[in-house]
């Protein structure tokens, strides 16, 4: 079975530009969520969807936004990227919410110019 | 609120050695805990996690930790290091078993020497 993909792999963007990564969760999950890795630290929790439903939101500015569709699928959007948007962010899915056992992707690698 | 401490950023062992990556946390309500392997490049696998029941939890790998309600600890323990445990490390604490939200601490790097 396929696990959680991601994509892009890498991305350079400048400063301003807006960014759209991609994530499909395992066949059958319902949840995704998503995380920022700063180089250096551990992951940040940015969103939790379930059944195309925002069920939680970390302490990020509103130039973050997410989106899950009826496949299950994600998107997480960021407008207006700033130098310290550079990241890892990765995703993860679970069979449902409150399953607590989170699969992650590989990752999408973010690079603000 | 929770968080989560781990001592020492960068932890070397030699090969055949014991490991122990040490987790602290802290939280208003009974953890779910979590031990994460990141491999250079790659996403997060879960290596093992405590939600309720028997407190020394056994992974995958060799790996095991013990929850200390006590002592607020995790910690991550493998009695003989390989050199493919080479990776880094992150423990993680969730609030509930329906809360998904995971607060991770900020990564031991362990290195192995031959």
């Known amino acids: 079975d396929a696990g959680v993909t991601q994509s892009p792999t890498h991305l350079i963007k400048t400063r301003g530009q807006h960014v759209t990564l ?12 998503w995380y920022q890795q700063v180089l250096g630290q551990g992951p940040q929790f940015i969103f939790q969807y379930y059944e195309k439903e925002e069920r939680g939101r970390g302490n990020f500015p509103d130039r973050f936004s997410a989106r899950q569709f009826p496949n299950y699928s994600s998107e997480l959007n960021v407008n207006a990227l700033l130098l310290g948007d550079s990241a890892l962010y990765l995703c993860a ?5 409150g399953g607590n056992e989170q699969f ?3 990752g999408t690698r973010l690079t603000v110019l | 609120a929770q968080s989560v401490t781990q001592l020492g950023s960068h932890v070397s062992v030699s090969e055949g050695a014991l490991v122990l990556l040490r987790c602290n946390y802290s939280s208003s309500v009974p953890p779910y805990l979590f031990w994460y392997v990141q491999y250079p490049n790659q996403g997060l696998q879960l290596l093992l996690k405590y939600t309720t029941g028997a407190t020394l939890v056994k992974g995958i790998n060799g790996f095991e ?3 200390k309600k006590s002592e607020t600890s995790f910690h991550l323990t493998k009695p003989s290091a390989h050199m493919s445990d080479a990776a880094e490390y992150f423990c993680a604490v969730s609030q509930n078993f329906g809360n998904e939200k995971l607060t991770f601490g900020t990564g031991t790097r362990l290195t192995i020497i031959p």
């Open chain 1, 104 to 106: 992650f992707g590989p």
């Open chain 2, 65 to 67: 930790a013990e929850f």
């Open chain 1, 22 to 33: 991609r994530c499909s969760p395992i066949s059958g999950h319902k949840s995704v969520s």
């Open chain 1, 93 to 97: 899915s679970s069979l449902v919410a």
